[in-house]
């Protein structure tokens, strides 16, 4: 089946370390995103990559850092500097040339 | 800059109750606009999205969708509900030329029996 995956669905941290929220498709899509969601604030945008090896800054990219070295794989760095981590933080991919963007099942981070 | 309101943060109703969740945008390009449906703690489903031609847009499970130029809306529609529509509602505008998309805060469908 095609698909987004997102590993792990549940993940806990210590405040002060790094954590990495994998982003995987085998949906052939050239594009892919992340968006964190808080409650009452929606999704906002955090990276963007329409290509490998190139990626954006979206509107909330600070204490964020991402990697786009295959195509179907777009890996999150929550780092130490993002001062409220805890969120809820979905990848999605879109067809070069379609409309519509389709998300993968999340990654809940909390960080004590 | 664009941007989307979702007029009702949450909307309770009967089963079997005609239901309409509203969306209202701003843009000075065209635009793209889609519904996406989220149940508790997954990702988004896409239900429905209007990219040109006909204004009333059908999608998945009963759902429809008016573009109303005019008004900048988009309200998502459904004749009649299930309990199992219980879930939020995210109402999403994008550009034609970057791709990204701009969210509304969301709405908070719940369907009671």
């Known amino acids: 089946d095609g698909g987004i995956t997102q590993s792990p669905k549940y993940l806990f941290r210590k405040e002060g370390q790094n954590v990495t929220l994998s982003c995987e498709q085998n949906l052939n899509h050239d594009a892919m995103y992340w968006y964190r969601q808080d409650p009452g604030q929606g999704l906002r945008l955090i990276y963007y990559s329409q290509i490998v090896n190139d990626f954006q800054k979206g509107d909330i990219a600070e204490g964020y850092s991402v990697s786009r070295e295959k195509k179907e794989s777009f890996p999150l760095t929550v780092t130490s500097a993002q001062k409220n981590p805890t969120a809820f933080y979905l990848c999605a991919s879109k067809a070069s040339g379609g409309a519509g963007q389709y998300f993968g099942p999340g990654t809940r981070l909390t960080v004590t | 800059a664009q941007s989307v309101t979702q007029l009702d943060s949450q909307v309770p109703v009967f089963e079997e109750a005609p239901v309409e969740l509203r969306c209202n945008y701003s843009s000075s390009v065209s635009v793209y606009l889609f519904w996406y449906v989220q149940y508790p703690n997954q990702g988004l489903q896409l239900l429905l999205k209007?990219?040109?031609?006909?204004?009333l847009v059908k999608g998945i499970n009963g759902f429809e969708a008016e573009f109303n130029k005019s008004q900048t809306s988009f309200h998502l529609r459904k004749p009649s509900v299930h309990i199992s529509d219980t879930a939020e509602y995210f109402c999403a505008v994008s550009d034609r030329d970057t791709d990204k998309l701009i969210f509304g805060t969301g709405t908070r469908l719940q369907v009671f029996p």
């Open positions: 209007y990219l040109s031609g006909s204004t």
